[in-house]
């Protein structure tokens, strides 16, 4: 009867573990993270909502209004004035030299001045729209790393939920070992001190999935408490295409990234404030024309005139100009060549860490889960027949749920890595992929591991305990 009732426990356990067949796990197919409708709606609403996206906007209309007023010339002056014989009284009409001047004058810039300010205005108008385009960029970015944070931390709730599952059910074997003398108390203590850790754990994942979805809700501008349903898991999303043309990669790169763009813009922009400022060394010509009636009778006088500025401080002023601009120039050019630099290294340094975050999740689909099923099973065959100890059954089943958890972290790393690539982003890549000295181990599996699997595991303890992983959540 006991071995009956521990036979059908194990049963239970091995189905709480998801053991099966043995097959490697085939690669999704589906539709990739960009066609998910639930993260295209968030995307959709943040871009109707988000106030950076209005500012951005708003700075471009700014810009252009600019553009009209540099080509218009300068306002017209009108003078008014009168001039009189004596301080007795007013003697127009009177004395022939006593009048009244009606004066109007307009300046005309010397030719080109203008347009090359409407060129110098359109420049600060193509900037804004840069600026926006990177708003646009980091903002889709954000919202899909965001949501993939989401998914992550759920998906770590259903591995939690399974691990739950295990324990209590260890707990089971245990007791009707524990109850036919086959095993030790302290086994049968340790599983229920290991499901009130599970509790514990259990609490700060919902706190997570919590400031997740605030996150989220802010970016689509929501309260933050406003329920987001999720539709998917990472397990069945494809993994981002490798790309297979390095320098295609990193030509769309330059060719897309906004930085480049306004850096390439600023070395233009200090070329025309050169060309302004060598104009600018010609003199403006201001004509007027005035009108002078004497009243009585008295021909009405008339006064037609131009008028030009000296440029006689030259060499201090519009010299010192071109000189500062074209050193300006010289350094926005020397800042283009530095981020695209840059980006090639990102672009280089993105791409080798999704080659060996796809490599990884490949060996994780048809190796490592398959090898670590293997492993429950065989321990779970071995401990029936009394050759391993409960422990080593605890450890290999706690083992498959840590790579699965890995499996998932890698999962969003590599979806984090395409993000990057998309937003065309100059920061260096982030999670796993960077370091790659393996998964963290799942929670609570740490507990019943040997040295050798938390050597594994790596330094996930040290990470839960500070509260933070860019591409996983604590667990």
Known sequence: MVVTAFQAVLAVVLAAAGTGGGDAVSAPSGPSLLDDPVLRSLVKEAMERRPELVQARAEI????????????????????????????????????????????SQTFPWSGKRGARGELA??????????????????????????????????????LTRLESL?????????????????AQSDLLRAQLERNRLRQRRWSLLAEERSRVALLNRLRGHAPGDAIATTRTLTDLPDPPQVLDPQQALAEAQAESPELKKALLAGESADRRVDLAKRDRWPDV??????????????????????????VWAAQKQTRAIAENQARGEAARSGAEALRQLLGQRVSERLAALEALLESNRLYRSGLLVQSEATVKSTLAQYQVGRVTFASVLEALGGYLGDMNGFLESVVAAQRIAVAQREISL????????????AP?????????????AKRAGSSAASGAQGSASAGAPM
């Open 61 to 104: 209309r700014a810009q252009q209004e600019r553009v009209p007023q540099s080509r218009v010339l300068p306002d017209p002056m009108l003078a008014v004035g009168i001039q009189n014989d004596g301080f007795s009284s007013i003697q127009i009409g009177k004395m022939e030299t006593s009048f009244v001047s009606i004066m109007a």
């Open 122 to 159: 359109g420049l600060g108008a193509r900037e804004a729209e840069l600026d926006l385009r990177r708003v646009l960029l980091s903002l889709a970015a954000d919202i899909e790393r965001a949501y993939l944070d989401v998914l992550l931390v759920r998906d770590q709730q259903g591995l």
């Open 167 to 183: 324990w209590a059910q260890s707990e089971a074997v245990t007791r009707v070992r524990y109850e036919s003398g086959e095993a």
């Open 286 to 311: 201001t004509v007027s024309a005035a009108i002078m009636p004497r009243g009585g009778n008295f021909v009405t006088m008339w006064q037609a005139g131009v008028a030009v500025n000296l440029p």
């Open 427 to 438: 920061d260096p890549p982030e999670g796993p992929a960077a370091g790659g000295m393996g």
């Open 441 to 453: 181990a799942m929670p609570g599996a740490g507990a019943t591991a040997t040295a050798a699997t």
